[in-house]
T-cell receptor, first 111, second 116 residues
Framework: SQQGEEDPQALSIQEGENATMNCSYKTSINNLQWYRQNSGRGLVHLILIRSNEREKHSGRLRVTLDTSKKSSSLLITASRAADTASYFC???????????FGSGTKLNVKP | DGGITQSPKYLFRKEGQNVTLSCEQNLNHDAMYWYRQDPGQGLRLIYYSQIVNDFQKGDIAEGYSVSREKKESFPLTVTSAQKNPTAFYLCASDKTGGSSGDQPQHFGDGTRLSIL
């Protein structure tokens, strides 16, 4: 079964607002990754957070990880229209050296 | 610049036809992956390969086949046995070297396959 599942499925905000999306997973992990996908394009890696980290920042991105709740969140601050995309979390499946991707959160930032 | 190139961008398949999607990378990555993405959905793993001449089935391998004769190339064939092939296909690669899952995946820009 799938590991990571994002919530909400869709999010619409005004430019300048913050956007928060969540990811829940089922089994223990050593790290979790977030990706972004513009419409009709491939995924682009945004950030990786390890299990011994609770929070990580990269520019306007802030990722948190709560291993006790098996959840992660991605916060985009001061959103821009160019942030409009789908965002996915990915969790590793260690025995098979592969990843599970969730179904994604579709973010629409209105100018 | 290094990256992953998928071709063609759009592909149409007739009934009973096999079609092959190309994926080439110049990142010197050992591992390569094929994913299928249906509208509004996440990615589902079709096949993956950690080394030349070796590959493993993913979650939805039925109706698909792959080869890995060169490190740079991982073509995917959608066979006539795949009854619902209409989807967006994404190829990815990473350095791998173990099962830590701490290597970011690099993706191509996809091939959109439709049925004629």
């Amino acid at each position: 079964s799938q590991q990571g599942e994002e919530d909400p499925q869709a999010l619409s905000i005004q430019e300048g607002e913050n956007a928060t999306m969540n990811c829940s997973y089922k089994t223990s992990i050593n790290n979790l990754q977030w990706y972004r996908q513009n419409s009709g394009r491939g995924l682009v890696h945004l950030i990786l957070i390890r299990s011994n980290e609770r929070e990580k920042h990269s520019g306007r991105l802030r990722v948190t990880l709560d291993t006790s709740k098996k959840s992660s969140s991605l916060l985009i601050t001061a959103s821009r229209a160019a942030d409009t995309a789908s965002y996915f979390c990915a969790t590793p499946v260690y025995n098979f050296n592969k990843f599970y991707f969730g179904s994604g959160t579709k973010l629409n930032v209105k100018p | 610049d290094g990256g992953i190139t998928q071709s063609p961008k759009y592909l149409f398949r007739k009934e009973g036809q096999n079609v092959t999607l190309s994926c080439e990378q110049n990142l010197n990555h050992d591992a390569m992956y094929w994913y299928r993405q249906d509208p509004g959905q996440g990615l589902r793993l079709i096949y993956y390969s950690q080394i030349v001449n070796d590959f493993q089935k993913g979650d939805i391998a039925e109706g698909y086949s792959v080869s890995r004769e060169k490190k740079e190339s991982f073509p995917l064939t959608v066979t006539s046995a795949q009854k619902n092939p209409t989807a967006f296909y994404l190829c990815a690669s990473d350095k791998t070297g173990g099962s830590s899952g701490d290597q970011p995946q690099h993706f191509g820009d996809g091939t959109r396959l439709s049925i004629l």
